[in-house]
């Protein structure tokens, strides 16, 4: 574990970039430096691994000093990457990554095989072994970033805006990647950001800087969003508060409705049974969702697709989040939301009214305490 003990960082000009900051880093967890431009996020990272030195305080790892042991041993167990990957633009992709065992005495053989290994859990392409930094697209000189930073498999990684200089769909796929890496290596990783919505999504847990460099507030994700500390806080997490915190709320225990569901062969006694009910999701042979219709258009034999009002976007129960499912209902013109298995198939169907039902009970249960493991991690 990673403990920051009362650090402060005065540059020789006499700007104050960490005042007094303590915070405990949890072993296998990502945690999250947040704040704006200047709120000392980088000179926080840079202390961990002493390419800065605090004017105060102290910074321990696994309890001891780490001024205790000298600097290239502390930094061969930290990773680094930062932003623009900082590749050696005249090595190939399989050399860049291969630097640091290279540098420690791993044979040339070895560390190129370790190398392309790494290129596969990062999600490179091999083709891009041969390749120089400047022939690869942003997203993927990031991942060689990654890669690089994981090659001699340290225990901490280090990453100071590792995805903000890319577009958001390559980000997206950056952040999913990483999480990915996180769950199969659980690796102690300091993720440094500006962009609040990356910071909950990846964060185990997200300390939230404020200018000046002090701390403002360290909690999990979902209790930054349910209990901001301040204003500071909560103008930092912006908008949409509320809907945003559902997505740690899991779906799974909304009661669906079954009998609303109809295939498209529906024989004319399936369709009286169900004829009260306000609206009927018609599906494929395969149970597939084809669309809505009101039980009064439909007649057995000849149930028009064309005529079906569409379905929206599905919810998967146990994978996707209650905000998931609201979306579906609030962008269903019926107001009803469906739900899929994996494979896609309609497994039920719920109500605008009794999602609302359930994100009160949620929140109850979160008031209890039902949600406060701190391992609680935003569903889909
Ligand atoms: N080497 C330096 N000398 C003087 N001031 C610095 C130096 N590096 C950073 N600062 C200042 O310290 C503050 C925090 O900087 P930094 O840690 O880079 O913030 P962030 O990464 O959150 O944008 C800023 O006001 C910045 O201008
Ligand atoms: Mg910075």
Redesign the pocket.
Known sequence: MIRIESVT?R???G????DRLSLEIPDRAITV?V????????????MINRM?EPTEGSILLDGTDIRQQPVNTLRRSMGYVIQHAGLFQHRTILDNIATVPRLLGTPKKEARARAAELMERVGLDASLAKRYPYQLSGGQQQRVGVARALAADPPVLLM??PFSAVDPVVRKGLQDELLRIQGELGKTIVF?T?DIDEAIKLGTRVAV?R?G?RLAQFAPPADLLSAPADAFVEDFLGADRGIRRLSFFPSVDLQLQTAPVVGIDADAARLAAVSHAPWLLVTDLDGRPLGWSEPERLTAGAIDRERLLDFGRPFVPGTDSLRTALDGAVLSPTGWAVAVDGEGRAVGVVSQQVIGEAIRAAHSRAANGAYADTDVKAVR
């Not at 700007?15 to 960490?18: G, Q």
């Not at 704040?35 to 840079?46: E, N």
Request: hydrophobic share 30%; proline share 7%; with cysteine.
């Open positions: 960082k540059y020789p000009d700007t104050v970039a960490v430096l704040g704006p431009s200047g709120c000392g996020k980088t000179t926080t990272l840079r800065v100071d805006e440094v500006h800087l200018t460099g």
